[in-house]
């Protein structure tokens, strides 16, 4: 699994994630994904996360799971 923290969250329909290795950019994630997460993200919120590539190659943070406390 992958690390980083949102830097764009739009509840309910979608959040940019910046991975600690930012060589990969911000990853998109869908309303779905946001959805299965317990609480709504906030910008800064650090997450655990799977990295997925569509076949038409957009890569997208799946599997979230949100890093409560200090790190």
């Known amino acids: 699994m ?3 923290s949102f830097v764009t969250v739009i ?3 979608f959040a940019f994630i910046a991975p600690e290795r930012f060589d990969l950019g911000n990853l998109y994630v869908t309303a779905g994904t ?3 997460l317990p609480r709504t993200p906030r910008r800064g ?3 655990r996360f799977k990295l997925a ?3 038409d190659g957009r890569r997208r ?3 979230l799971v949100l890093i409560e406390g200090k790190q």
Do not use: E, F
């Open 61 to 63: 943070a799946i599997d």
């Open 34 to 36: 946001l959805a299965a």
């Open 11 to 13: 509840p309910g329909r």
């Open 45 to 47: 919120d650090r997450a």
């Open 2 to 4: 992958m690390a980083g």
């Open 53 to 55: 590539v569509t076949t």
